[in-house]
């Protein structure tokens, strides 16, 4: 079955840093383009990275551009997001998700959705 399971959250203080990672399973990774979103209590979920299948084209919002780093390594079929200068704001519980179609605009259309991970950033 498919699986994306991410890790690597956890408490950090404001300006630390910390790296997420979705290890995925049951499809093929290299041809799927993936993402990561994030959604904080009461809020809506909101898009965050967007990387193509072959890790050629990237795309950040607004919120995250310049702190944030997404990556993949399809060989170990693993998505990676970089997050340094942490903003309390940026508390959330973060998802990985992947879509057949290789597009990295920032929708929310994607096939499969992994079950998240808590980041919460203290002041």
């Known amino acids: 079955q498919v699986q994306l399971v991410e890790s690597g959250g956890g408490l950090v203080q404001a300006g630390g840093s910390l790296r997420l990672s979705c290890a995925a399973s049951?499809?093929?990774?290299?041809?799927?383009?993936m993402g990561w979103f994030r959604q904080a209590p009461g809020k809506e979920r909101e898009f965050v990275a967007a990387?193509?299948?072959?890790?050629?084209?990237?795309n950040y919002a607004d919120t995250v551009k310049g702190r944030c780093s997404i990556s993949r390594d399809n060989a170990k079929k693993t998505l990676y997001l970089q997050m340094n200068s942490l903003k309390p704001e940026d508390t959330a519980v973060y998802y990985c998700?992947?879509?057949?179609?290789?597009?990295?605009?920032?929708?929310?259309?994607?096939?499969?959705w992994g079950q998240g991970t808590q980041v919460t950033v203290s002041s």
């Open positions: 049951g499809f093929t990774f290299s041809t799927y383009a």
């Open positions: 998700a992947a879509r057949f179609e290789n597009v990295i605009t920032p929708t929310h259309a994607y096939d499969y």
């Open positions: 990387i193509s299948r072959s890790g050629g084209g990237t």
